[in-house]
């Protein structure tokens, strides 16, 4: 590695507006994993990440999956049986099919937040930031249990049956977080819930407010009464979602996704609010642009969403593709790396 990565500290600083690190926070390897880049590229891609900082560590909580659960607890899963279509699918599988018969089989069969095997083996903190991961939030696994259409009309015809479900995976998600705390000594949760399209939300304000907005607070709380932030990855255009994740606590949101909203009007609107994680395109830009390309646009990002009190970090917007050109990763590297040493004075920088 070229640089040290960055401390707890100066983490901690940037992600409350306190002032920047003396470099931009980078979190790449989050989104890249060599191993999927085939044969051809993946010894390049891992030299590439070996080669630059990850401001964060990262540790994988081993929440439930939906269907399969371990061999030491058969009731380790979210699911009280197998999906009920075979082969649609992974949104419109689910396992719901009648509220009225299904929901307490559900709720009295939930997998148990104390399972021992929920908190991987760790290794030791070594001075960075420390945050403890898992995707599907309250969304994501609301629609994998219950399949995408359905969960969207459940709002309407089935509101008790959500509020209940909900209820209890914030329960869990609690409880989860209070172990990930006690016994990995993290100081993040990190999470997703995919909540827009291209264009807008997948359902209304409204709808947020009534169904999200209870459960995102009681577990964001506690995450702060922990000493902890909270880091949301929500993909889509959520613009209209973003004044309640500043209410109910949200400390890092990630990606702001490219051609889905306005990048300067929410960096002027709400960069002093939250921190931003800004995203990289991984649609367009690496995947088929020229690294000048790719280049010119963390020129831009950095231009539109650097602070001086911080609250800006960058990554990219999702996991990098195979089809994405080595040279295009190492332009990505390098500029967000050195771009404006002028404002990150090139010489704090700690070289190996």
Request: hydrophobic fraction near 40%; glycine fraction near 6%.
């Amino acid at each position: 590695m070229y640089y040290e990565p960055l401390t707890r500290e100066e983490m901690i600083r940037v992600i409350e507006g306190k002032g920047r690190a003396h470099r931009i926070p980078l979190l790449f390897h989050n989104w890249i994993n060599a191993d999927a880049f085939g044969p051809d590229k993946r010894d390049h891609v891992a030299h590439i990440l070996a080669s630059y900082p990850q401001d964060a560590q990262t540790i994988v909580l081993r929440m439930p999956d939906v269907y399969h659960a371990p061999d030491d607890d058969p009731s380790y899963r979210w699911s009280y049986r197998d999906a009920r279509r075979v082969g649609a699918a992974l949104d419109n599988s689910g396992v719901i099919e009648d509220w009225d018969e299904e929901l307490d089989l559900l709720l009295n069969d939930f997998p148990s937040p104390d399972y021992p095997g929920l908190i991987p083996d760790a290794p030791p903190r070594d001075g960075r930031y420390r945050m403890g991961h898992w995707f599907f939030f309250f969304f994501e696994r609301f629609w994998s249990l219950r399949s995408m259409e359905d969960a969207l009309t459940d709002f309407y015809l089935y509101p008790e049956a959500v509020h209940a479900l909900f209820q209890k995976m914030a329960d869990f998600y609690i409880r989860a977080i209070t172990r990930a705390k006690e016994e990995l000594d993290i100081d993040a949760i990190f999470t997703s819930d995919d909540l827009g399209t291209q264009t807008s939300t997948f359902f209304s304000l409204d709808i947020f407010d009534t169904f999200f907005a209870p459960y995102y607070r009681q577990v964001i709380d506690r995450i702060h009464e922990l000493g902890m932030h909270f880091w949301l990855h929500t993909c889509g255009n959520v613009e209209t979602f973003i004044p309640r994740y500043v209410d109910l606590g949200v400390d890092v949101l990630h990606p702001i996704q490219k051609y889905t909203m306005d990048e300067g009007h929410i960096a002027q609107t709400y960069g002093d609010k939250l921190c931003i994680w800004s995203g990289f395109d991984v649609q367009r830009i690496i995947p088929y642009g020229t690294p000048e390309d790719v280049r010119r646009e963390v020129r831009f990002l950095i231009d539109t969403y650097d602070r001086p009190d911080g609250r800006f970090m960058l990554t990219l917007g999702n996991g990098a593709t195979p089809d994405t050109p080595v040279e295009s990763l190492r332009a990505l590297f390098d500029e967000s790396t050195h771009y404006r040493d002028h404002v990150y004075t090139k010489d704090q920088f700690s070289i190996l």
